[in-house]
């Protein structure tokens, strides 16, 4: 099956950026996603990729996908203390597949 | 509308006890989800409800019973859990008709905690 990794905590500066990465193993992912959990709360998507694209930008986040090394990665431009949160990444095959979610970043902004 | 919502936000149930999770959408999305999330671990896949109907069954013990009465709601019910059952349940659903409309959306999930 699917397997993700991620590191497991970044810590940053204020106004600095941050670049969250991530591995997958199934290269049949189609839909690749970043989701924030602030303590105590639910997930909440904070964007997605799909398989056929290399970067997507929305606002203050970048998405970088390397399909070839199934590499995905999440930068946070000028990071604020309202970002620190867990940031899990996750894959999935398409329709009404699960989500495999890796073990989360915990981002850490240091003053 | 685009959230999902789930009731309760807190319960607190002992291993006798009979009792329910809600889960409700109403984006017209046709597939719904079951995870559970022990504390600092990612999100584990425990059912899907696709079109009403079950499709994925991760293996999850018999105490467990999701139920789809309709396509917005989404039930679980739990009887005679465990203490390890205690978790973060959440929630999500997704379009499921159109590949271009594959994220799954979150509600913000029922904390249980089982004495």
């Known amino acids: 099956g699917e397997d993700v990794e991620q590191s497991l905590f970044l810590s940053v500066r204020e106004g600095d950026s941050s670049v969250i990465n991530c591995t997958y193993t199934?290269?049949?992912?189609?839909?690749l996603y970043w989701y924030k959990q602030e303590p105590g709360a639910g997930l909440q998507l904070l964007t997605y990729?799909?398989?056929?694209?290399d970067m997507k930008q929305d606002q203050r986040l970048t998405v970088l996908l390397n399909k070839k090394d199934k590499h995905l990665s999440l930068r946070i431009a000028d990071t604020q203390t309202g970002d620190s949160a867990i940031y899990f990444c996750?894959?999935?095959?398409?329709?009404?597949?699960?989500?495999?979610f890796g073990k989360g970043t915990h981002l850490i902004i240091q003053p | 509308d685009t959230e999902v919502t789930q009731t309760p936000k807190h319960l607190v149930m002992g291993m006798t006890n009979k009792k329910s999770l809600k889960c409700e959408q109403h984006?017209?999305?046709?597939?719904m989800y079951w995870y559970k999330q022990k504390a600092k671990k990612p999100p584990e896949l425990m059912f899907v409800?696709?079109?009403?109907?079950?499709?994925i069954n991760e293996s999850v013990p018999s105490r467990f019973s999701p139920e789809c009465p309709n396509s917005s709601l989404l039930n679980l019910h739990l009887h005679a859990l465990q203490p390890e059952d205690s978790a973060l349940y959440l929630c999500?659903?997704?379009?499921?008709?159109?590949?271009?409309?594959?994220?799954?959306?979150f509600g913000p999930g029922t904390r249980l905690t089982v004495l």
């Open positions: 999500a659903s997704s379009q499921v008709a159109s590949v271009l409309e594959d994220e799954q959306f």
């Open positions: 199934d290269s049949s992912s189609t839909y």
């Open positions: 990729i799909f398989s056929n694209m």
């Open positions: 996750a894959a999935s095959g398409g329709g009404a597949d699960g989500l495999t």
């Open positions: 984006m017209g999305h046709r597939a």
């Open positions: 409800y696709s079109y009403e109907k079950l499709s």
